[in-house]
């Protein structure tokens, strides 16, 4: 007699680059529980990026949770977990990066929703995505139609991103881009939601779905990055992962560079430049370098090694605290530690958090009830 099929749903609400990190954690359920039903819980604005995977049976689309709103999250969490207990779900794992899973934020975004999963990880940790024939052939024919084949160098640019790690203003791409198509052979594409006229040598992608930028990149030489959805795209199974340089901000609310990324779970990076300051002077070089000269003397003369801060540690303790999350607090504290050792900024960070935290909270509830007088 057969068992009864185990009815398992994973909640990851967004955003694309988190949804492919769970990608490995539904692939990990379909090892740990062989058979399962997995049905995977989604906003509707991303529920795109799981799309034909092989791990996933069925998309539950979540629309009435906005992202960033704690309160409908909890709500929803609580709803979810309550089917568990009427019997419609087996089990129920949930590796959204909100509420108390923030607490598990260990200097990557990967790593926040990897240990979300309580049991182990030994399935591959590479994103999977999964393209259908037509978007691999929507790509060809946007290849073919701008040319990109007569060019040597082509760059693919993700200056919109929606993950926080950098801001770009479009004025600022433009100019540089501008400068970049004076390379002999060199063309730039930006890709984002945006749209643009396009010209022969800087190109708008926003034609393309953000799923098929992972196609686009087998016919790029170089990403330039900010460590938002393009590039983990990049990284996915369906995409090349192409020498890059990330453009990033290393003072963001949950910092996520591909660099602590990368050493983290054994990628190589000798084909990754991180920049912190924007300048355009220097971004600018640092693209020529790489293309008239090598990646590797571009890296050594402008990788910038992201400054060992704990700033998220605040942020987190304090969403923590607004709950009255001790728990939660305790165990990031020890993740932390567990990586970082007796940091004494971290320490620092951890106490401030703690100390500062009612005083914020009442200037918070203050400024919310200044605005609805």
Known sequence: MNKAVKKILLVQLFSNGDCLYATTVARQI????????????????????????PYVDHIR?????PKNDNKSFRKFKKKVFSEKAEGIWD???VTSNMDNNQALYDGTIRGMVLRAYPHKITV???????????????????????????????ILWEYAPQSGQSQLSFDLV?????????????????????????TDQIIDASVLSVRENAA??????????????????????????????????????FINAPSVDFTRYDINTKHLIEMTSIDEEKIYECVKIVIEKSFSTAREKYNQPLPLQFNTTRKVVYNMLCYLQFGAILKHAKIMLSIYGFNLEFLKQL???????????ISNLYTKKAIKL
């Open 61 to 65: 689309v979540v629309n009435d949770v």
């Open 124 to 154: 591959p940790l590479q994103s999977v995505l999964v393209l259908s024939e037509k978007e691999i052939n929507n790509v060809a024919a946007f290849s073919q139609k701008n040319n990109l084949s007569n060019f040597k160098n082509v």
């Open 174 to 198: 433009m100019r540089l881009s501008k400068q970049l198509i004076l390379i002999p052979s060199t063309c730039v594409i930006l890709s984002s939601a945006n749209a643009f006229q396009s």
């Open 351 to 361: 106490i401030l958090a703690i100390i500062t935290a009612p005083f914020k909270l």
């Open 216 to 253: 686009l990149s087998h016919y790029c030489s170089l990403l330039i990055g900010c460590s938002s959805g393009i590039t983990w795209l990049c990284a996915s199974s369906a995409g090349k992962m192409l020498p890059m340089i990330q453009l990033l901000n290393p003072y963001t609310a």
């Open 91 to 93: 089990e129920v794992f």
């Open 30 to 53: 379909k090892n740990d529980y062989p058979n399962c039903e997995l049905t995977w819980a989604i906003a509707g604005f991303c529920k795109d990026i799981i799309s034909l995977n």
